[in-house]
Nanobody, 130 residues
Framework: QVQLVETGGGLVQAGDSLRLSCAAS????????MGWFRQAPGKEREFVAG???????SYKDSVKGRFTISRDNAKSTLYLQMNVLKPEDTAVYFC????????????????????????WGQGTQVTASS
């Protein structure tokens, strides 16, 4: 129904930057709510950033000012620009999508619970060493 493929992860030093990409197919991308989640070893998967299909955004407090989520509807691609990476950012990062409705709330709300998302990518490893 919706296929998501993440790329861009890697090994960097603390303070460096990475940009993750998520290519989507199978649905009209502009009508998908999108998010990034991450999971570190031994930890639960957590919300990192989200963007509605009207391009409202929301971030986990610890990444505000460092990470930027964006979308390019013409390319059906979601991005996460990660600057000033910290060792605490080390995790597998997942792209997620939900099918939006036509109502105002569905178009504008940013969803931060993983249960709200229907489709998931395979994940990409991000490691920031100190």
């Amino acid at each position: 129904q919706v296929q998501l493929v993440e790329t861009g992860g890697g090994l960097v030093q603390a303070g460096d930057s990475l940009r993750l990409s998520c290519a989507a197919s199978g649905r009209t991308f502009s009508q998908l709510g999108m998010g990034w989640f991450r999971q570190a070893p031994g930890k639960e998967r957590e919300f990192v950033a989200g963007i509605s299909w009207s391009s409202s955004t929301s971030y986990k407090d610890s990444v505000k000012g460092r990470f930027t989520i964006s979308r390019d509807n013409a390319k059906s691609t979601l991005y996460l620009q990660m600057n000033v990476l910290k060792p605490e950012d080390t995790a597998v990062y997942f792209c997620a999508a939900r099918v939006g409705g036509l109502g105002l709330m569905s178009r504008t709300r940013v969803y931060s619970n993983e249960a709200d998302y229907e489709f998931w990518g395979q994940g990409t490893q991000v490691t920031a060493s100190s």
